[in-house]
């Protein structure tokens, strides 16, 4: 309850090249299940993990169960499902470009609303 969160895995398609390396602190890992051993061993309040690799956000909400809160960026622009984001496990969707540089943001919001909630 410190308003810690972790960075385990950022939304753009180069994060692969980093947070899906292999690293060898005890056991061979990826960086980014290094980052969420840490977070759950750390007791911080939540990870983030990006909206385009639902993959891990499922890997992620499986290992912590509901020890972690999971934010997830990328719905929208980059290619991130709102609805596939809220079934992988994420508790909160980050939006921001999808809505502030749309004609009509009121409407994108309320569409990324239904969707989130499988209504759409």
Known sequence: ??????????????????????????????????????????KSDGIVVGATFPKIIRYCSK?????????S???GIQGGSAKETISSGTDYLIVGRTILEDKNPVKIAKDLQLQSLGKK
């Open 1 to 42: 309850n410190k308003g810690v969160i972790i960075l385990c895995h950022m939304s753009a398609p180069e994060a692969k090249l980093s947070y899906d390396m292999e690293v060898k602190i005890g056991k061979t890992q990826q960086l980014y299940q290094l980052f969420l051993d840490w977070a759950i061993a750390s």
């Open 63 to 71: 290992k912590a169960g509901k020890t972690l809160n999971i934010f």
């Open 73 to 75: 960026p990328g719905v």
